[in-house]
């Protein structure tokens, strides 16, 4: 079994940053894509950021020149630096990884229990 365990988030006031760490424990073949979701009040989750194992990174239009993703094979962690943070990136961050366990063709997916990034205008 796996376990994400998120940290970072917090209230910050528009123009601010913010940096999110998630951390995996548990055993595990290989991790391969990780990444951030969020999700406001009343809205449906969303991709905001990914990385796979050899470290191409993708990004949510509304993110993209502003946050980035980062990961830590050696700890199993991903990582992301917000700057320039505005009202409406108020939400809860999930982070997500897609481990493969050994003897296994596929891997699973594995959710955090998020943080809550609140950025007030």
């Known amino acids: 079994q796996v376990q994400l365990v998120e940290s970072g988030g917090g209230l910050v006031q528009a123009g601010g940053s913010l940096r999110l760490s998630c951390v995996a424990s548990?055993?595990?073949?290989?991790?391969?894509?990780m990444g951030w979701y969020r999700q406001a009040p009343g809205k449906q989750r969303e991709q905001v950021a990914s990385?796979?194992?050899?470290?191409?990174?993708n990004y949510a239009d509304f993110v993209r020149g502003r946050f980035t993703i980062s990961r830590d094979n050696a700890k199993n962690a991903v990582y992301l630096q917000m700057d320039s943070l505005k009202s409406e990136d108020t939400a809860v961050y999930y982070c997500?990884?897609?481990?493969?366990?050994?003897?296994?063709?596929?891997?699973?997916?594995?959710w955090g229990q998020g943080t809550q990034v609140t950025v007030s205008s």
């Open positions: 997500n990884a897609n481990v493969l366990q050994l003897g296994y063709r596929q891997g699973s997916d594995y």
């Open positions: 548990g055993s595990a073949f290989r991790f391969n894509t």
């Open positions: 990385i796979t194992s050899e470290y191409s990174t």
